[in-house]
């Protein structure tokens, strides 16, 4: 089955500094990598996704790139605000399937 | 437009007992997920249900849990017998009809402490 890494597990940045979390996949035939914010004792909310179709998407501070050939794809946040702070999840899902084999999650902690 | 829905938020059982946690998806989705989340750790797929199926159980313990999703409510996924390693935050999730990935959006969890 796949199997997804995540680094790193924990991440300390500066207010204004980017971030940059970082995940690999096992499996060729995922097709699919959703980001989710998990805040404490909150749901996960998604906040960006990727198909294997396109290398790369922008949402205003956030962005995902994804390398098929190396099977690693990153999330992005720039000017990092302490609201950024949270446990990040990365996921895939493969081709065909609905089910999402989620990273380990990173904890980021922005200091004012 | 309500999101998803769990009930209850927090559920004591002691060891033995039964839990049930109840999962309404967003309105127009009919697929449910199950995933469990143990104190920081990451969310572990269990079940993959639509209404009156159960598409994928691969992530699901073989004894003491089941799961449904009747035609008419909520999705029930219920343990039997609880120990305290069950004891956990219990996410269930919705998405749209479609074949393949689609987007999954979160209900706030049921979390369960077996004492």
């Known amino acids: 089955g796949e199997n997804v890494e995540q680094h790193p597990s924990t991440l300390s940045v500066q207010e204004g500094d980017s971030a940059v979390i970082k995940c690999t996949y096992s499996d060729s035939a995922s097709n699919y990598f959703p980001w989710y914010k998990q805040e404490l004792g909150k749901r996960p909310q998604l906040i960006i996704d990727?198909?294997?179709?396109?290398g790369e998407k922008k949402d205003q501070r956030i962005a995902v790139t994804l390398n098929k050939t190396a099977k690693h794809f990153s999330l992005h946040i720039t000017e990092t605000q302490p609201e950024d702070s949270a446990v990040y999840f990365c996921a895939a899902s493969r081709a065909g399937y609905s089910t999402l084999t989620f990273g380990k999650g990173t904890m980021l902690l922005v200091s004012p | 437009n309500a999101g998803v829905m769990q009930n209850p938020r927090h559920l004591v059982r002691r060891r033995g007992q039964e839990a049930r946690l109840r999962c309404s998806p967003m309105k127009g989705h009919s697929h449910v997920y199950w995933y469990r989340q143990l104190p920081e750790e990451g969310l572990k797929f269990m079940v993959y249900?639509?209404?009156?199926?159960?598409?994928?159980e691969s992530g699901m313990p073989k004894e003491r849990f089941s799961a449904e999703f009747p035609k008419e409510g909520p999705s029930i996924l219920r343990i039997q017998q609880v120990v305290r390693g069950d004891s956990a935050a219990y996410f269930c999730?919705?998405?749209?009809?479609?074949?393949?990935?689609?987007?999954?959006?979160f209900g706030p969890g049921t979390r369960l402490t077996v004492t």
């Open positions: 999730a919705s998405s749209p009809p479609a074949s393949g990935s689609v987007e999954q959006y």
């Open positions: 249900l639509q209404k009156e199926n159960i598409i994928d």
């Open positions: 990727i198909r294997s179709n396109v």
